[in-house]
């Protein structure tokens, strides 16, 4: 099956198992909207769930619409430098951190200026983390109705967002606040490591 899929920040842990278990278009002629996982994911801190959220610059039409590919991040704001130190204090006690942090920090120590661009970069490091490989295939249009393609364009959506009953796996901060479900795949990355793709290849995804 071919699914067509918003790049997002850091994805969260159904879109990479959609990734794992699929071929996959990457849509890039959309217009950005905002209030979605376009630029944002959530992890868990001390405090529970936690978003963490990448300013950008509203330079849109007269309409207020702008292309996804057009939008530029607010690099004023030192967002990377707060991203970082966020998640060294969220996860420097998981099992894995430390495995993964090399080749992590410099995507938070890099200039980008395109929101769309970084975010293909995070999945693709988040790949190569995995051993999985990553599709370049992009769209070539905005289609409402995707020809051959599923459309599963929603997963991006971060309020009304599909629900997803995952098997559990053991959290930096379960023994507070529980197991909290459907965070980005980072904490899922920090917490179980290598074996991550098999626990992403083995979720059930069949109701998308």
Known sequence: MKLLLHPTYFPSIITFAAIAQNEVVWEVCDNFQKQTYRNRCYICTDQGRHMLNIPIKHVGT??????????IVDNTSHWKKIHWRTLETAYRTSPYFEFYEDELRPLFESSDEKLLDFNLKTIQTIGDCLNLKISNTRSESY???????????????????????????????????????????????????????????????SFL
Do not use: C, M, W
């Open 62 to 71: 007269d309409q207020g619409r702008q292309l996804y590919n057009d939008v």
């Open 143 to 205: 289609e409402i109705t995707p020809k051959d393609l599923v459309d599963r364009r929603q997963l991006v959506n971060a309020k009304g967002a599909t629900t997803f009953h995952q098997e559990k796996y053991n959290q930096v901060f379960e023994e507070r606040h529980g197991f909290i479900g459907d965070l980005s795949i980072l904490d899922l990355l920090f917490n179980e490591g290598p074996n991550s793709l098999q626990y992403i290849k083995n979720q059930p995804i």
